[in-house]
């Protein structure tokens, strides 16, 4: 279920995903809960982005074409929370998070819900 979260500062999230329709969903759904949803269209407004705002977090969606990039420009920059979108018939996530350093994943057919629900537990893991 999901809950109004208390006021945090508007933290920031990089959009970089797949379907556009999906960013604008999201974005929505991220909005109405407190945070500020960034799209990204591409690797290059992605990095300017990245720069720019210093972000709490990157949801990345791994069928980008440029993912694993997108995902180390976000370790590199360090700080961030790096939220992966995997492949629904991904094998082993825990193996793909490691490899890409990311502090979460969802399927790429998760519900808004259980991104929100991934993004609440980096913000305040002792609440979850």
Same mark, same amino acid.
């Given at each position: 279920?999901?809950? /109004?979260?208390?006021? *945090?500062?508007?933290?920031?999230?990089? &959009?970089?995903?797949?379907?556009?329709?999906?960013? @604008?969903?999201?974005? !929505?759904?991220?909005?109405? /809960?407190? *945070?500020?949803?960034?799209?990204?269209?591409? +690797?290059?407004? /992605? *990095?300017? #982005?990245?720069?720019?705002?210093?972000?709490? %977090?990157?949801? !990345?969606?791994?069928?980008?074409?440029? +993912? #694993?990039?997108?995902?180390?420009?976000?370790?590199?920059?360090?700080?961030?929370?790096?939220?992966?979108?995997?492949?629904?018939?991904?094998?082993? $996530?825990?193996?793909?998070?490691?490899?890409?350093? %990311?502090? %979460?994943?969802?399927? +790429?057919?998760?519900? $808004?819900?259980?991104?929100?629900?991934? &993004? @609440?537990?980096?913000?305040?893991?002792? @609440?979850?």
């Amino acid at each position: 279920m999901l809950h /109004f979260e208390e006021a *945090y500062p508007e933290l920031s999230v990089l &959009l970089a995903l797949s379907d556009k329709e999906t960013v @604008r969903l999201l974005g !929505v759904v991220l909005d109405g /809960f407190g *945070y500020q949803p960034i799209e990204c269209q591409d +690797s290059d407004v /992605f *990095y300017e #982005k990245l720069l720019i705002t210093k972000p709490f %977090a990157a949801l !990345v969606d791994m069928q980008l074409e440029q +993912s #694993k990039d997108l995902c180390k420009m976000v370790t590199e920059h360090g700080g961030i929370q790096l939220i992966v979108l995997l492949p629904e018939n991904e094998s082993d $996530p825990s193996m793909q998070m490691e490899n890409l350093h %990311a502090n %979460a994943w969802a399927s +790429s057919c998760a519900s $808004p819900e259980t991104l929100l629900t991934n &993004l @609440r537990k980096l913000v305040n893991p002792e @609440r979850e």
